[in-house]
């Protein structure tokens, strides 16, 4: 829910979201909170599929590329899960968060990040090829 506290504007991309206009409208929402859980959920699955990197690629390239499917959507908006994510880390490991812990977490969701700007940007490329395709 932080990423949404924090950057409002990405609950206009999602239809469903734009009608919670207060903070307390949006901590009551439960599609919110499922949709933040998925969040959530994505980026763990994606960390403990570093243990294969094919599978890892393949994972984040295809959640990245789904996002040009949503109207408005930018990929700098990727960037903006990365504090909320070490905000989500830290609260979780409390006491064993530690200086080592963070830089660790700091290159893995930044990497996590790169990966799916990159499935974004390879799938809006596929789009403009097929479009100037049947133009020809």
Avoid: W
């Amino acid at each position: 829910m932080v990423l949404f506290e924090n950057h409002y504007e990405l609950l206009n991309l999602f239809e469903k979201f734009q009608g919670l206009k207060t903070r307390d409208e949006q901590a009551e929402s439960m599609e919110l909170a499922d949709h933040a859980g998925i969040v959530m959920t994505t980026l763990d699955k994606g960390i403990k599929s570093l243990d294969n990197i094919d599978e890892f690629f393949q994972y984040v390239h295809t959640v990245g590329a789904s996002h040009t499917q949503i109207p408005g959507f930018k990929k700098d908006n990727f960037g903006k899960i990365k504090e909320p994510f070490l905000y989500a880390v830290r609260e979780t490991l409390q006491e064993r968060y530690t200086t080592n812990i963070e830089v660790i977490y700091k290159i893995t969701i930044d990497f996590i990040i790169d990966t799916l700007v990159e499935g974004y940007e390879k799938a809006l490329q596929c789009q403009e090829n097929a479009v100037s395709s049947t133009e020809d």
